[in-house]
């Protein structure tokens, strides 16, 4: 099993920019698709991004396409989400996730592993 770390989270304004990492250990990444989600208070986790196991595949909720992007470096065990344009309707716990193999999850039940999430607040 692999455990994921996320961190990068904290409070930007409105336009504003912050790059979550998704740090992994117990196994190499480089076999596994990633994905990112997100919870608001109140609401269910939802999908934000997938990305496949060397990076060349990636997938967005429309909500966040043309200002968010996912990349990894499989070298360092580690996944990126670029978050630009941040908007209030963007905060949430943004989780990383894991699914072993290369097909591309866009589900929560797709994904194995997970990380604990960290906090993202855009203020107006």
């Known amino acids: 099993q692999v455990q994921l770390v996320e961190s990068g989270g904290g409070l930007v304004e409105a336009g504003g920019s912050l790059r979550l990492s998704c740090t992994a250990s117990g196994r190499t990444i480089s076999s596994y698709a990633m994905g990112w989600f997100r919870q608001a208070p109140g609401k269910e986790r939802e999908f934000v991004a997938a990305?496949?196991?060397?990076?060349?595949?990636?997938k967005y909720v429309d909500s966040v396409k043309g200002r968010f992007t996912s990349s990894r470096d499989n070298a360092k065990n580690t996944v990126y989400l670029q978050m630009n344009s941040l908007k209030p309707e963007d905060t949430a716990v943004y989780y990383c996730a894991a699914r072993i193999g290369f097909v591309l999850g866009f589900k929560t039940s797709d994904f194995g592993s997970w990380g604990q999430g960290t906090q993202v607040t855009v203020s107006s």
């Open positions: 990305i496949s196991w060397n990076g060349d595949i990636t």
